[in-house]
């Protein structure tokens, strides 16, 4: 168990530029998810895949925003044309679809700044 | 909607001493309840959880009950350590969320030698 694995840990872009991130989940889990926290908050959802299929997205996850999963394991997640206030921790946990008390397993995220 | 609150950080203890973290929660339903810890530089690790009214989850020394009455789920540890300096955070999922917790805000707790 390698645990999930974020890339890149951080990223500094100028506002206007597209940036991408990728999880790679634990390998026997099905189920990914991916978070943002901002400084003093807790994470808040964005989206969640169970296995390719994007079952869930929230309201915070704008038109700038998507993610894919398009063999089912690693996840990417794009935002276009950011903004100063997409500023945040990006987390991304993956999850064994065990009835709804599997535990989620985050990775350590990528901090985006953008300037 | 689901929401959960927790108490204002931050918190700031001597070694040994008796830890309270508390944590309330609205939501419809039966919920999961979950205590999340973040190290520094690190990511959210599953401290505890309980899942159904009266259960009790513990971990490491640290233990919390959910109280359906109270709504509660306050974390707790008879004697902190420094290595338990770290930021805390409560969660609830809900019966057909498909996994997605909502997390309240986070309590950061300092443990001095």
């Known amino acids: 168990d390698t645990g999930v694995s974020q890339d890149p840990r951080h990223k500094i872009t100028k506002r206007g530029q597209n940036v991408t991130f990728r999880c790679d989940p634990i390998?026997?889990?099905?189920?990914l998810y991916w978070y943002r926290q901002t400084l003093g908050q807790g994470p808040e959802f964005l989206t969640y895949f169970q296995n390719e299929a994007q079952l869930e997205k929230s309201r915070l996850l704008s038109d700038r925003f998507s993610a894919e999963r398009p063999k089912g394991s690693f996840s990417t997640l794009e935002i276009q044309r950011t903004e100063q206030g997409d500023s945040a921790m990006y987390l991304c946990?993956?999850?064994?679809?065990?009835?709804?008390?599997?535990?989620?397993?985050f990775g350590n995220g990528t901090r985006l700044t953008v300037t | 909607g689901n929401s959960v609150t927790q108490m204002e950080g931050p918190v700031t203890l001597s070694e040994e001493a008796f830890l309270t973290i508390n944590c309330t929660y609205t939501a419809t339903g039966y919920p999961s309840l979950f205590w999340y810890v973040q190290y520094p530089g690190e990511g959210l690790q599953l401290l505890l959880k309980?899942?159904?009214?009266?259960d009790k989850g513990s971990n490491k020394g640290f233990e919390a009950t959910y109280r359906k009455e109270t709504t509660s789920f306050h974390l707790e540890k008879g004697s902190v350590q420094v290595s338990d300096s770290a930021v805390y955070f409560c969660?609830?999922?809900?019966?057909?969320?498909?996994?997605?917790?909502?997390f309240g805000e986070g309590t950061q707790l300092t443990v001095n030698p």
């Open positions: 309980a899942t159904k009214a009266d």
């Open positions: 390998s026997e889990h099905n189920r």
């Open positions: 969660a609830l999922k809900r019966e057909t969320s498909g996994s997605r917790l909502t």
């Open positions: 946990a993956s999850s064994l679809p065990r009835g709804n008390n599997s535990p989620l397993h």
